[in-house]
């Protein structure tokens, strides 16, 4: 029984499954698996709220990468970037923040911008104590007290909805 379990365990990375018959042996059965790529599901994603093809590609593989050294989830990093900028990677605030994440400083990189920003949420989601709703108003500058910062952060929370 071990090895029908490795076999299909290794069938399945290659694409193809074993399955056992009534007397023990194994036949192997070709099946379409779609394994996608974390990059693909945020490009698709990307895609669903619009950003510009030339760059998503880009933008896509900085968000796998900052999700990965922050642990902030490439969804909740894309309701952010999309209600920060939607996705324009030249965008100027006029409190000066620029990029797609909105971040204090001049950096025109895209995934430098992206992992900057991810950090700083993630600084912001440990000030609130792990609550996304809060940490989501401090990252847009606002007290967790006031309706605005709290409407802003449901809206990016209602995008984040749509995307998981």
């Not at 029984?1 to 194994?26: Q, T, W």
């Not at 896509?60 to 050294?69: D, E, G, P, R, T």
């Not at 440990?126 to 401090?138: F, H, L, P, S, T």
Request: a positive charge; hydrophobic letters at 40%; aromatic letters at 8%.
């Amino acid at each position: 029984m071990e090895k029908i379990i490795k076999g299909i365990v290794i069938g399945m990375a290659i694409g193809s499954i074993m399955v056992p018959y009534h007397d023990m042996s194994c036949t192997v059965i070709p099946i379409q698996l779609q394994i996608l790529k974390p990059e693909t599901i945020t490009a698709q994603n990307l895609r669903k709220l619009g950003a510009p093809e030339k760059h998503i590609n880009d933008i896509s593989n900085a968000i796998v990468m900052a999700s990965k050294q922050t642990g902030v989830s490439p969804n909740l990093i894309i309701a952010l970037m999309y209600t920060e900028s939607t996705f324009d990677h030249k965008a100027v605030s006029s409190l000066n923040y620029r990029g797609l994440m909105q971040i204090p400083y001049d950096i025109r990189y895209i995934d430098a911008n992206v992992l900057i920003g991810a950090r700083i949420f993630k600084d912001k989601l440990e000030i609130a104590n792990g609550d996304v709703r809060k940490a989501i108003c401090y990252y847009k500058g606002w007290q967790y007290s006031d309706a605005k910062g709290r409407k802003q952060a449901d809206k990016v929370i209602k995008i984040y909805n749509r995307l998981v």
